[in-house]
């Protein structure tokens, strides 16, 4: 396995994800846990965000006191099915950016096909949080992040909340320098390029769509 991968593993974590595998959840409490794990997964990959102490006072005493400091960080969700990370992702930085890419995978080829590329400016000096639910064969984010380091991109972490072996080796081998946090890592691909139990197609589940 890949050194930079960090596997979150917190009984929460497990127990809202079996809820979300279960083929009778709702997409409604599917979008809803979601969220939530989103929240301890954003705990885990910002562990590192800078800080830098300010001056406050409280209401008995001035002190030094720290808050998170450089250019604001960014958020990327891979379309469509990212954006279920990100809603959490915002819930614990509001002030964060946010970019988008647009990826479909050919069911024939599984290859990714980019139709949308929108992002903030100084990419170069941003933390950048890469987000998408499944990572399967890791074709979509290997894509993404060749992207977003021809805009500049440096500092680039993923979070996913399931990972295929397959996916995990090649987006190390394509990126080593990018960590990946994960909720889980399955079994593995099936033919069609589905993790083996996983939960789906995450933007079906999400929306309601077949
Ligand atoms: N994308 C999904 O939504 N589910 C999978 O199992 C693989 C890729």
């Given at each position: 396995m890949s050194d930079n991968l960090i596997h979150v593993d917190h009984p929460l974590l497990k127990h809202k994800l079996t809820l979300m595998r279960?083929?009778?959840?709702s997409s409604a409490v599917f979008r809803q846990l979601l969220r939530e794990i989103s929240h301890l997964l954003a705990y885990e990959v910002l562990r590192e965000l800078p800080v830098e102490n300010v001056t406050i006072e409280t209401p008995l005493k001035e002190m030094q006191a720290p808050k998170l400091s450089g250019k604001k960080l960014v958020f990327v969700s891979i379309l469509r099915a990212g954006n279920g990370l990100l809603d959490g992702m915002l819930d614990l930085v509001p002030s964060a950016r946010v970019g988008h890419i647009g990826l479909y995978r050919d069911?024939?080829?599984?290859k990714p096909v980019e139709y949308y590329f929108k992002m903030p400016d100084n990419m170069g000096q941003r933390p950048i949080i890469v987000v998408d639910p499944m990572l399967a064969t890791g074709n979509s984010v290997i894509a993404a992040i060749d992207q977003l380091k021809k805009a500049g991109a440096k500092n680039i972490k993923f979070v996913c909340l399931l990972a295929a072996p397959e996916g995990i080796k090649a987006l190390g081998n394509a990126h080593s320098d990018v960590e990946i946090v994960t909720a889980a890592i399955d079994s593995h691909l099936n033919d069609n390029g589905y993790?083996?139990?996983?939960?789906?197609d995450a933007g079906d589940r999400m929306y309601g769509t077949k």
């Amino acid at each position: 396995m890949s050194d930079n991968l960090i596997h979150v593993d917190h009984p929460l974590l497990k127990h809202k994800l079996t809820l979300m595998r279960d083929k009778n959840t709702s997409s409604a409490v599917f979008r809803q846990l979601l969220r939530e794990i989103s929240h301890l997964l954003a705990y885990e990959v910002l562990r590192e965000l800078p800080v830098e102490n300010v001056t406050i006072e409280t209401p008995l005493k001035e002190m030094q006191a720290p808050k998170l400091s450089g250019k604001k960080l960014v958020f990327v969700s891979i379309l469509r099915a990212g954006n279920g990370l990100l809603d959490g992702m915002l819930d614990l930085v509001p002030s964060a950016r946010v970019g988008h890419i647009g990826l479909y995978r050919d069911h024939e080829t599984l290859k990714p096909v980019e139709y949308y590329f929108k992002m903030p400016d100084n990419m170069g000096q941003r933390p950048i949080i890469v987000v998408d639910p499944m990572l399967a064969t890791g074709n979509s984010v290997i894509a993404a992040i060749d992207q977003l380091k021809k805009a500049g991109a440096k500092n680039i972490k993923f979070v996913c909340l399931l990972a295929a072996p397959e996916g995990i080796k090649a987006l190390g081998n394509a990126h080593s320098d990018v960590e990946i946090v994960t909720a889980a890592i399955d079994s593995h691909l099936n033919d069609n390029g589905y993790i083996i139990p996983g939960l789906g197609d995450a933007g079906d589940r999400m929306y309601g769509t077949k």
